[in-house]
Each structure stands twice: as structure tokens, then as C-alpha cells.
């Protein structure tokens, strides 16, 4: 009997002490503090480590592709009506991207390296060869004019010039020469006067096979929110094109690497050396990539947004106070290091994609902008514990401002409007082997996070058990008296 009362007393008390103990594990998050911690040590650019592997040499399959806007209505827009413009593509290349030249420093806790791109075209995961022709914005030679707009002399000659060898606002050339260069005939009369001008042009002349120059980041060694941080980029800790420090700022990492235990309410920000500044991106929602649960951030609109709406901007307004609506960035300013025209303030303006969150005006002052969301979004999709990229798609649009230039008869009446060339769709998804490790990962920490449950659970049936058994304890047994009959026959 002494023995049946400890037994009984010890489950009520085991019980107590499950109860006590797991829901004291969930209140101090013991567990997922756990797993953190682990991460963050983990996930460090070091020789051996899966994250210092696939920062190196990105498994993922990246795609890159790129859609033209075909001018159905020259003759007509030189003459002011509005731009008719057709989608052509995707022209779609393979994407290689490997960290090269790689370096440890400080004590291994920066490490410089070159990104060296490569693309190869997809024929079969694109709209047609390219050799498709296009017709767009004749970029080398409106640049050109706007060089010239304020010398009534050269202009009226390089105007003659043009007329002379058929050179207009507007050009039909190949998709392989729009990326990738060509000869153009403007750029080669001028070479003859300006020895050391480039005359090829291409919207990515010189991007392929090559990189943007050297990069150093922070390893993560000494904090884990500085994994894959850009410290400094060609060797500056900030750049010089814009009119405000907080917008000459280098933020962030280089948008393919993001640091481990991310939060809904944290900004990631990134450094686009395309778009010649850094960015920021929210939380918006959860979403599944491949059966693992991740954090879907996107650029806010005020990312790109009009001083008025959003002040910060104020420094990317250049020349300072020569401010552009919303949803536009004037990248004139940064293309005019090298010794191509086309890189000496060529009047070159990005976007989203059909001016996807810009001011409606300039939807409006082109025929065929239809901007959506889900299209034309730039968004990131990252594992929340580690921090590793598992999906994500990078939209920008490259435009050209175009107006009447005085002393230009090539300009006719055209209207001024910001002209949509082509945008990039730049996606990756993660590599099916990479998931499966995440996946697995995924398993363990829900086994983890959902141990202190499984004990207030077990100490809820063993508390059910011990009362159960304690009335049973209670209940008095009947005497034999008890057990007979009221009345006999």
C-alpha cells in the first residue's frame, strides 16, 4: 500500500516538475536561442564552411534575362506624338558567378575578391536568336547630342554629320549588339579627333566575362550581422556621385548573401554598383521555397521614391535639386569614368520594370507600360535561421531621356520622355541538393523548438493520471453486509 502511494505521489509530482520546466523553456526560448547561437557561429566566410562554399562559387542555377522595347512609331514621335513600344523576349542567358581572386585579411576577418560574371546565351529558353532586331533609342548619339547642346558650333557640325551618314534618334540593331557591343558609326568620326575614345557601344559592353571591380567584405568572425558586408568597394568605404553623405553611403552586402537569424523587422540593405547606389528591402511576408518556409522582403516604394514623398532621397537628385519623379534614378552621373561616350554621361535613367512604382505620368507617356507586381517586383526570399538566399529575382529597367536638343534637326519635335530600352530579370532558386540540407535543417529545429511542448504535454497526462488515480484512491470498498440485499425472499 506505501509502495502504490509513493508511485502515485512521485507521477503527481514528475507531473509538476514537466509542467514547471517546459513552459519555463518556452518563456526563456532556450531552444530556438540554441539553434541561433549555432547559426551564428556556422554560418562565417572560413575556408571549409558550406557558407564560405557557396559564397565562393553560388550553386544555384541564375538566369538572366532581358526584355527589349520595340518602337512600332519613329516618324511619328519625331514629330511629338507619343512612344508605341512592344515587349520582345526574354533573351535569356545562363549566369555564372563566381567570387575569384579570393584573399583572407585581418586575421581572417575580412576577405577581398572579384566577381567575375559570365553569360551564355539559352536559345531554348529564349524568344528568338540574337540576331532579332530592335529598334530603340539611338543611345550613342542622343549621348552624344547632349554633350554638344551647349556648343552651337560642334553641334550644327556633328548635326551635319549625322545627317549626312543617316545616323537618327532612333537605330534598329540586333539584341547581341544592344548588350554586347558594336561599332558605331558617330562614336568612330569622333574617335579621329579624341584618340583614346571607345567608338563600341553596348548597353553591357565589357560586362561579360569580367567584373565591377575588387570588393572587400567582413567575414562575420566578430559579428555575425557583418557576414558578407561590404567594407569597401575599388577601395572606398563610400562613393562621390551623389549630393549627400547618407546617399554616398555603401551599405549592406552585395545582394547575394545575407547574415544568419533574420527578423520581420529588420531592413536588408545591398549595394547594386548597376545602380550605382545602396538599397534596403522590408518584410512582406512568408512564403515556401521548395518546402522551406522563408522570409520574402522587397524594395519599398519610397526605395525610389520623389524627395517630396521620401527626403532621404534628396542627395540623389543630381545636379543637386535636379530631382526626377518618383520610381526614377538618374545614373548619368556614375557612367562617366570610362573612355566610352556611352560612359561619359550618357542620360541613362533605371526603374522597376515598366516603371512599376513610379509617378503614373511616366506609364502614361509611353504606349505598351503595363506594370505589375508580381512581374515586375524586385523580391528576395531568404531562410530566416541561416540567412542562406533561396529565391530571388532582381528587376531593373534601363531607360534614356530624351528631349529636343536645339541645333539637332535629328531630334525633330519630339516630347521629352523618359524611353524604356530593355529590363533584366536576374533570378536564382536555390540548387535541390542545398535544399535538402535546409530542409533536413528544418526537421531538427521544429524536433528542437517543439521539445518543451512535448514536456508540458507529457506532464499534462501524467497530472491527468495522478488524479485519476488519487479518486480511485478515495472511492471506499463496500463491506460484505453493504453487499447483501435490503430485503430477503
Not at 554633350?147 to 551635319?160: G, R
Request: hydrophobic share 40%; proline share 5%.
Amino acid at each position: 500500500m506505501l509502495l502504490k502511494s509513493c508511485c502515485i505521489y512521485g507521477t503527481g509530482a514528475f507531473s509538476i516538475v514537466l509542467l514547471v520546466v517546459g513552459i519555463a523553456v518556452v518563456l526563456s526560448a532556450v531552444f530556438p536561442h540554441l539553434l541561433q547561437s549555432s547559426a551564428k557561429k556556422e554560418v562565417v566566410l572560413k575556408n571549409g564552411t558550406d557558407a564560405f562554399e557557396a559564397w565562393e562559387n553560388p550553386p544555384a542555377d541564375i538566369y538572366m534575362q532581358f526584355y527589349f522595347f520595340n518602337l512600332t512609331n519613329p516618324s511619328e514621335v519625331l514629330e511629338g506624338d507619343r512612344p508605341v513600344v512592344v515587349q520582345i523576349g526574354p533573351y535569356t542567358y545562363r549566369e555564372y558567378r563566381p567570387m575569384e581572386q579570393v584573399d583572407f585579411k585581418d586575421n581572417g576577418t575580412k576577405v577581398s575578391a572579384v566577381n567575375t560574371k559570365t553569360y551564355i546565351f539559352q536559345r531554348n529558353m529564349s524568344r528568338g536568336p540574337e540576331s532579332d532586331l530592335i529598334r530603340t533609342v539611338n543611345i550613342p548619339a542622343v549621348t552624344v547630342m547632349e554633350m554638344f547642346k551647349d556648343d552651337p558650333f560642334l553641334a550644327n557640325v556633328i548635326s551635319a554629320y549625322m545627317r549626312g551618314s543617316g545616323e537618327g534618334l532612333f537605330t534598329t540593331r540586333t539584341v547581341g549588339q544592344l548588350l554586347w557591343g558594336y561599332q558605331d558609326g558617330l562614336l568612330t568620326a569622333l574617335k579621329k579627333y579624341e584618340h583614346d575614345l571607345d567608338n563600341i557601344f553596348g548597353l553591357f559592353y565589357k560586362s561579360n566575362a569580367s567584373n565591377d571591380g575588387e570588393y572587400v567584405f567582413f567575414t562575420g568572425q566578430q559579428n555575425y550581422k557583418d557576414f558578407a558586408r561590404v567594407d569597401t568597394w575599388n577601395s572606398k568605404s563610400s562613393l562621390s556621385w551623389w549630393t549627400s553623405e547618407e546617399c554616398n553611403m555603401i551599405n549592406g552586402t552585395n545582394g547575394a548573401s545575407f547574415h544568419p537569424v533574420i527578423t520581420k523587422n529588420e531592413m536588408l540593405y545591398m549595394f547594386s554598383s548597376d545602380l550605382c547606389r545602396s538599397l534596403y528591402a522590408a518584410y512582406e511576408q512568408d512564403v515556401m521555397v521548395k518546402g522551406i518556409p522563408s522570409y520574402r522582403f522587397v524594395l519599398p516604394a519610397k526605395v525610389f521614391a520623389n524627395l517630396t514623398v521620401n527626403p532621404d532621397n534628396a542627395g540623389f537628385c543630381v545636379p543637386a535639386g535636379n530631382c526626377l519623379g518618383s520610381g526614377l534614378l538618374n545614373v548619368s552621373v556614375c557612367k562617366q569614368g570610362g573612355k566610352s561616350t556611352a560612359k561619359r554621361g550618357a542620360p541613362i535613367v533605371m526603374s522597376s520594370p515598366h516603371f512599376y512604382q513610379a509617378d503614373e505620368k511616366y506609364v502614361q507617356d509611353v504606349f505598351g507600360m503595363l506594370p505589375n507586381k508580381e512581374e515586375h517586383e524586385t523580391a528576395i526570399d531568404v531562410h530566416p535561421l541561416t540567412g542562406v538566399l533561396l529565391q530571388a529575382a532582381k528587376r531593373l529597367q534601363i531607360n534614356v531621356y530624351v528631349e529636343k536638343i536645339p541645333h539637332f534637326s535629328q531630334t525633330g519635335n519630339v516630347k521629352t520622355v523618359v524611353f524604356p530600352v530593355v529590363y533584366l530579370n536576374e533570378s536564382a532558386i536555390i540548387d535541390d541538393a542545398s535544399a535538402k540540407k535546409l530542409q533536413a535543417l528544418g526537421v531538427k529545429q521544429k524536433v528542437v523548438e517543439n521539445i518543451p511542448f512535448i514536456l508540458i504535454g507529457l506532464g499534462i497526462i501524467l497530472g491527468g493520471v495522478f488524479m485519476f488515480l488519487m479518486c480511485r484512491q478515495k472511492i471506499p470498498e463496500s463491506t460484505t453486509a453493504e453487499q447483501e440485499p435490503l430485503l430477503s425472499s
